[in-house]
């Protein structure tokens, strides 16, 4: 099982906006720079985020992005479901790009969709929240 540089990148900027003290607002220059990824890749991510309902950016000189919602409410299950664009982890996964002659007979494809199952199950059980309840170690580490 293995997300997606973007997934990744979505909770890894989730995580610097609940870290950030008193809800200011912070720029995707600042969070860029902490994780020493790409500017330009977060900046689609970002979007994705606001119109997702995640975060708010403020547009204008003193602008910026911060959370929309509490750190309690934002559900990492939930957000992985949103950010992933499939969970295809096998050919037959995939319906139009699947060739597989065994398919019709295969049983691993129906352990795989449990396993998968499963992975999101647990990821649902956490919140924003339960990721940064070691705030002040991780708020030194990204500055």
Same mark, same amino acid.
């Given at each position: 099982?293995?997300?997606?540089? $973007?997934?990744?990148? &979505?909770?890894?900027?989730? !995580?610097?906006? &609940?870290?950030?003290?008193?809800? +200011?607002?912070?720029?995707?220059?600042?969070? &860029?720079?902490?994780?020493?990824?790409?500017?330009?890749?977060?900046?689609? !991510?970002?979007?994705?985020l @606001?119109?997702? @309902?995640? #975060?708010?950016? #403020?547009?204008?000189?003193? /602008?910026?992005?911060?959370?929309?919602?509490? =750190?309690?409410?934002?559900? #990492? @299950?939930?957000?992985?479901?949103?950010? +992933? +664009?499939?969970?295809?982890?096998? +050919? *037959?996964?995939?319906? /139009?790009?699947?060739? *597989?002659?065994?398919? =019709?007979? *295969?049983k691993?494809?129906?352990?795989?969709h449990?396993?998968?199952? &499963?992975?999101?199950? %647990?990821?649902?059980?956490?919140?924003?929240?339960?990721? %940064?309840?070691?705030?002040?170690?991780? $708020?030194?580490?990204?500055?």
């Open positions: 099982m293995r997300l997606t540089n $973007y997934s990744d990148y &979505a909770l890894r900027v989730l !995580i610097y906006l &609940a870290v950030k003290n008193n809800n +200011e607002l912070a720029t995707i220059k600042e969070i &860029a720079d902490s994780y020493d990824i790409s500017k330009n890749h977060l900046m689609k !991510i970002i979007h994705d @606001g119109k997702l @309902g995640f #975060i708010e950016t #403020i547009r204008g000189r003193n /602008g910026g992005i911060r959370l929309a919602i509490q =750190p309690k409410d934002i559900n #990492i @299950g939930e957000v992985v479901s949103k950010t +992933e +664009e499939d969970f295809h982890i096998v +050919e *037959c996964f995939d319906k /139009g790009k699947n060739y *597989c002659i065994i398919t =019709p007979a *295969c691993l494809k129906h352990v795989l449990e396993a998968l199952q &499963a992975f999101i199950a %647990v990821l649902k059980q956490y919140t924003l929240e339960d990721l %940064v309840q070691n705030k002040d170690d991780l $708020y030194s580490l990204l500055k």
